[in-house]
């Protein structure tokens, strides 16, 4: 009898460490430590049954601090982007470029039917490619907009809806603290994944559009036309138009001049002519005030300004992506300076705030590195091959059940558990069946070892991506669904907690037809890449 159970956790040990995971989570123990604790555990048990030898624990202490500075998951530099990206989100939460953003959008999408909805939407679209720090934007948006929308008899449903959906595109749409993760998970390229995300992002973005515009259509007494009074704007200065105007081409004139000059190759002129434009539009904006063209310079300026540094950079080849973060966190000190709002007290909580989530990022990543580290090592991988290729799944139902897998996951535990317990162990098995997938994605079926790589390498691209579409829903799906909560906890009485699950059925459901459409069109996020970055 022993002899038959020693067999069998010898031979499973690698499923039951999974299924230890699954239990420790759902105790509602730190993830950090239910991951840690379950390797150490079963790293135990596996030397007790001869699967390991006690060597693994060194070669855990070497995956999660490394010794070259790259081969360790804590000194990989890919990830310093992660706490620059926290620090931009978090400073941009206190500069108030939201504030001035949504105002000018209300003005100028005001004869549009659902206009607020329609304004927040654009924001939080606009505000995701500067920040993928999802907490701070739903609290941010809750508390700008909710009031508004209620005070002018929104949908209760469709207001918290369309705020928590819209608020979450930065998980997706780049510079994204998950697609950081996943591309130092994968081995992959950030800033392709950066790029590759940029389309399916608008692409949800623009499912919400189309249907707060529906829904403004069918039933305007849920989305009312914004109060005329709301919305007043002084007219511009035309002396102040003509400055801005003068100022910016006398500007792009001499950096011009300058870039052809023998300081050509001395300074970067076409980024101190972008810096020269930017803090000529800030002054003006200020001159201006509450006018059209100051609502303009003040509320679109310093987004795309942000934009611009952190995915211009990459774009042009200036920056990577770890140095493309530093850039935005530089950047976002700028913006709140010329907001007026930096001083000592802000500065000291952004960087309060930005360590306690760096810190509990980086604590659950060695508890992943630890788990999958001790997880490879009793072979839980060649298990989890070995119970595919007994179901006998080819490449599509595998990539649809892992699909579900997900999504499934994402109502009980948050994108960053599911990114780090997921992707290692599924992304080489979707790895192995690239082949299969190279004609749906426009490619050759590979026919060498090179043009293997490359067709892998694409799939992963498209994987990653689809997996990141897919996990968004887990910030919108109860039980567990963490910018409900956020939301509930900022509005307070304004809204029910049903009030919340009701507004964001539709909204996921857009969702998963975004996800349906990426996959069924790959090109969605494979052309981009190709095109701006070969």
Same mark, same amino acid.
């Given at each position: 009898?022993?002899?038959?159970?020693?067999?069998?956790?010898?031979?499973?040990?690698?499923?039951?460490?999974?299924?230890?995971?699954?239990?420790?989570?759902?105790?509602?123990?730190?993830?950090?430590?239910?991951?840690?604790?379950?390797?150490?555990?079963?790293?135990?048990?596996?030397?007790?049954?001869?699967?390991?030898?006690?060597?693994?624990?060194?070669?855990?202490?070497?995956?999660?601090?490394?010794?070259?500075?790259?081969?360790?998951?804590?000194?990989?530099?890919?990830? $310093?982007?992660?706490?620059?990206?926290?620090?931009?989100?978090?400073?941009?939460? @206190?500069?108030? $470029?939201?504030?001035?953003?949504?105002?000018?959008?209300?003005?100028?999408? @005001?004869?549009?039917?659902?206009?607020?909805?329609?304004?927040?939407?654009?924001?939080?679209?606009?505000?995701?490619?500067?920040?993928?720090?999802?907490?701070?934007?739903?609290?941010?948006?809750?508390?700008?907009?909710?009031?508004?929308?209620? #005070?002018?008899?929104?949908?209760?449903?469709?207001?918290?809806?369309? =705020?928590?959906?819209?608020?979450? =595109?930065?998980? &997706?749409?780049?510079?994204?603290?998950?697609?950081?993760?996943?591309?130092?998970?994968?081995?992959?390229?950030?800033?392709? &994944?950066?790029?590759?995300?940029?389309?399916?992002?608008?692409?949800? #973005?623009?499912?919400?559009?189309?249907?707060?515009?529906?829904?403004?259509?069918?039933?305007?007494?849920?989305?009312?036309?914004?109060?005329?009074?709301?919305?007043?704007?002084?007219?511009?200065? %035309? %002396?102040?138009?003509?400055?801005?105007?003068?100022?910016?081409?006398?500007?792009?004139?001499?950096?011009?001049?300058?870039?052809?000059?023998?300081?050509?190759?001395?300074?970067?002129?076409?980024?101190?002519?972008?810096?020269?434009?930017?803090?000529?539009?800030?002054?003006?904006? @200020?001159?201006?005030?509450?006018?059209?063209?100051?609502?303009?310079? %003040?509320?679109?300026?310093?987004?795309?300004?942000?934009?611009?540094?952190? &995915?211009?950079?990459?774009?042009?080849?200036?920056?990577?992506?770890?140095?493309?973060?530093?850039?935005?966190?530089?950047?976002?000190?700028?913006?709140?300076?010329?907001?007026?709002?930096?001083?000592?007290?802000?500065?000291?909580?952004?960087?309060?705030?930005?360590?306690?989530?760096?810190?509990?990022?980086?604590?659950? *990543?060695?508890?992943?590195?630890?788990?999958?580290?001790?997880?490879?090592?009793?072979?839980?991988?060649?298990?989890?091959?070995?119970?595919?290729?007994?179901?006998? =799944?080819?490449?599509?139902?595998?990539?649809?059940?892992?699909?579900?897998?997900?999504?499934?996951?994402?109502?009980?535990?948050?994108?960053?558990?599911?990114? =780090?317990?997921?992707?290692?162990?599924?992304?080489?098995?979707?790895? +192995?069946?690239?082949?299969?997938?190279?004609?749906?994605?426009?490619?050759?079926?590979?026919?060498?070892?090179?043009?293997?790589?490359? $067709?892998?390498?694409?799939?992963?691209?498209?994987?990653?991506?689809?997996?990141?579409?897919? &996990?968004? +829903?887990? *910030?919108?799906?109860?039980?567990?669904?963490?910018?409900?909560?956020?939301?509930?906890?900022?509005?307070?009485?304004?809204?029910?907690?049903?009030?919340?699950?009701?507004?964001?059925?539709?909204?996921?459901?857009?969702?998963?037809?975004?996800?349906?459409?990426?996959?069924?069109?790959?090109?969605?996020?494979?052309?981009?890449?190709?095109?701006?970055?070969?």
């Amino acid at each position: 009898m022993f002899e038959v159970l020693y067999d069998h956790f010898y031979e499973f040990i690698g499923a039951y460490m999974f299924l230890a995971l699954a239990l420790m989570l759902f105790t509602g123990l730190p993830v950090a430590f239910a991951l840690g604790g379950v390797a150490v555990s079963f790293g135990l048990l596996g030397i007790w049954l001869d699967v390991l030898d006690f060597a693994v624990f060194f070669q855990v202490v070497q995956r999660i601090w490394g010794g070259d500075g790259a081969s360790g998951a804590i000194q990989n530099p890919i990830l $310093v982007a992660i706490p620059c990206f926290v620090f931009m989100g978090t400073m941009l939460e @206190r500069s108030k $470029v939201a504030e001035d953003l949504l105002h000018i959008l209300q003005v100028l999408f @005001r004869r549009v039917p659902g206009a607020l909805a329609l304004a927040v939407t654009v924001m939080g679209t606009i505000m995701a490619a500067t920040t993928g720090i999802i907490g701070a934007s739903v609290v941010m948006m809750t508390l700008m907009a909710l009031p508004t929308m209620i #005070s002018q008899k929104y949908d209760r449903s469709l207001a918290t809806g369309t =705020l928590a959906a819209s608020a979450t =595109l930065g998980i &997706l749409i780049p510079p994204s603290i998950m697609l950081v993760l996943m591309g130092s998970l994968l081995a992959v390229s950030v800033g392709n &994944l950066f790029v590759g995300a940029i389309f399916p992002g608008l692409l949800l #973005s623009g499912l919400y559009v189309v249907y707060i515009v529906v829904i403004g259509i069918i039933s305007p007494e849920k989305a009312p036309a914004i109060a005329e009074d709301a919305i007043q704007m002084e007219p511009s200065n %035309k %002396k102040n138009i003509l400055k801005f105007f003068g100022f910016s081409a006398a500007a792009m004139a001499f950096c011009y001049i300058m870039a052809e000059s023998h300081l050509a190759d001395v300074f970067n002129w076409g980024l101190i002519g972008f810096l020269m434009v930017f803090g000529i539009s800030m002054i003006i904006g @200020r001159m201006e005030g509450d006018s059209y063209l100051g609502g303009i310079l %003040k509320g679109f300026v310093p987004p795309i300004f942000l934009i611009t540094l952190v &995915l211009g950079s990459i774009f042009a080849g200036w920056a990577t992506p770890t140095e493309a973060a530093g850039v935005g966190a530089f950047g976002s000190l700028i913006l709140a300076f010329a907001n007026g709002t930096l001083n000592k007290e802000v500065l000291r909580d952004v960087v309060h705030r930005t360590g306690l989530t760096t810190a509990m990022i980086f604590l659950i *990543f060695v508890g992943a590195t630890a788990f999958s580290t001790i997880f490879r090592n009793v072979y839980g991988e060649d298990l989890i091959i070995e119970f595919i290729e007994w179901l006998e =799944l080819g490449p599509w139902p595998l990539l649809f059940m892992l699909m579900f897998v997900v999504f499934i996951l994402g109502f009980f535990f948050d994108w960053l558990e599911i990114t =780090l317990i997921i992707l290692p162990v599924f992304a080489p098995v979707i790895q +192995t069946m690239a082949p299969e997938f190279a004609p749906h994605l426009g490619l050759e079926v590979p026919t060498n070892n090179a043009q293997i790589e490359f $067709v892998q390498q694409q799939v992963l691209y498209w994987f990653a991506i689809i997996v990141a579409i897919n &996990l968004q +829903t887990s *910030f919108l799906t109860p039980p567990f669904g963490f910018a409900l909560f956020y939301m509930k906890g900022v509005a307070k009485e304004m809204v029910s907690m049903q009030q919340i699950y009701r507004g964001i059925i539709p909204f996921v459901i857009l969702q998963l037809i975004g996800l349906g459409i990426v996959v069924a069109i790959p090109e969605i996020t494979l052309w981009l890449p190709s095109v701006l970055l070969n």
